[in-house]
């Protein structure tokens, strides 16, 4: 079945420690987004990348990176995550074809974030 | 800029009721996009529904349906004989063309056995 995965589902880091966060899709979307969702709240997002076009949202932190090295990868590095990073990270895809259209976002399970 | 409310914080029914979640938008464009996840305890936002501004016509599929109103700028969804498996937090959503998806707080409905 097409999909998006992420790995790990879990993670634990310590204050500090750098971490990456990987997504994965089989779904040949050129879209790629990441977001953060901390508890009760909704997903915020990170970034995006438009094919290999990186697009960073105004008020996520420069702690937060990320890398598309193809069409089927994505992956969130965390330079220097403090108590306040720790949070469920949500991947999710999308097919734009441009024009102003909107396809629906597939989303990944999530690697939820834990630190020390 | 867009914007969208969910006043339903929490909704708490027992099996087999009817439910009804609200969503009301803010939006100056004229061609956006409506949506509605479904996001169980497992954490995986689950797409349920997407809608153009320009179809208003309502759509049911099995027991969910959805109620799109542009008059009141509102997008309801219905679970009709509510199962303990919808227990869940639902995000209603919207996007306009060159903008990001901007999620409602959610609502968290919790089935009653």
């Known amino acids: 079945d097409a999909m998006v995965i992420q790995n790990p589902r879990y993670q634990v880091t310590q204050f500090g420690k750098p971490v990456t966060l990987s997504c994965s899709q089989t779904?040949?979307?050129?879209?790629m987004y990441w977001y953060q969702q901390k508890s009760s709240q909704a997903p915020k997002l990170l970034f995006h990348y438009y094919d290999k076009d990186f697009n960073n949202e105004a008020d996520t932190p420069d702690n937060f990176q990320s890398r598309r090295p193809n069409t089927s990868f994505c992956f969130l590095d965390i330079r220097s995550p403090g108590l306040g990073d720790a949070a469920m990270y949500l991947c999710?895809?999308?097919?734009?074809?441009?024009?102003?259209?909107?396809?629906?976002?597939?989303f990944g399970p999530g690697t939820r974030l834990t630190v020390l | 800029a867009q914007k969208v409310t969910q006043a339903q914080t929490e909704i708490s029914v027992v099996e087999k009721e009817d439910v009804t979640l609200d969503c009301v938008y803010e939006?100056?464009?004229?061609?956006?996009?409506l949506f509605w996840y479904k996001q169980p305890p497992s954490g995986e936002l689950v797409f349920l529904i997407r809608?153009?501004?320009?179809?208003?016509q309502n759509e049911i599929s099995g027991r969910y349906s959805w109620n799109f109103q542009k008059s009141t700028s509102s997008f309801n969804f219905t679970i009709t004989a509510s199962q303990v498996v919808d227990s869940a937090v639902y995000f209603c959503?919207?996007?306009?063309?060159?903008?990001?998806?901007?999620f409602g707080t959610g609502t968290r409905l919790t089935i009653i056995p």
């Open positions: 779904l040949n979307h050129n879209v």
């Open positions: 959503a919207l996007r306009a063309p060159n903008e990001k998806l901007t």
């Open positions: 809608r153009n501004s320009f179809d208003e």
């Open positions: 939006t100056r464009d004229t061609t956006y996009y």
């Open positions: 999710a895809t999308s097919r734009d074809p441009g024009r102003g259209l909107q396809d629906e976002q597939f």
